[in-house]
Nanobody, 124 residues
Framework: QVQLVESGGGSVQAGGSLRLSCAAS????????MGWFRQAPGKEREFVAA????????NYTDSVKGRFTISRDNAKNTVYLQMNSLKAEDTAVYYC?????????????????WGQGTQVTVSS
């Protein structure tokens, strides 16, 4: 079992930055692929970014490429999402998620564990 707790959400002006953190319980954090998803009101939860177990490979949805950076610190059991140049369209609840099995990183159903979410609001 993995428990995930997001933090770092809040309100920011367009063009600003936020850094989200996701702290994971357990002693095998480095065995999990970690992802970030977001869900805006009235929309489906969508993939944002993912990072492999070693941290060597990352994957981003097109709309955040060049603006968001996912990273992980396995010693701290934490994954981060650095969000720069934020836009109003980025407003959503952001969730971190962990997966152990499977070969895909971009689908909600691929992930086994989810955090409670943290609200990000970008005003323009």
């Amino acid at each position: 079992q993995v428990q995930l707790v997001e933090s770092g959400g809040g309100s920011v002006q367009a063009g600003g930055s936020l850094r989200l953190s996701c702290a994971a319980s357990g002693r095998t954090f480095n065995a999990y692929i970690m992802g970030w998803f977001r869900q805006a009101p009235g929309k489906e939860r969508e993939f944002v970014a993912a990072i492999t177990r070693s941290g060597a490979n990352t994957n981003y949805t097109d709309s955040v490429k060049g603006r968001f950076t996912i990273s992980r610190d396995n010693a701290k059991n934490t994954v981060y999402l650095q969000m720069n140049s934020l836009k109003a369209e980025d407003t959503a609840v952001y969730y971190c998620a962990a997966k152990r099995l499977g070969h895909s990183m971009t689908r909600v159903l691929d992930y086994d564990y989810w955090g409670q979410g943290t609200q990000v609001t970008v005003s323009s």
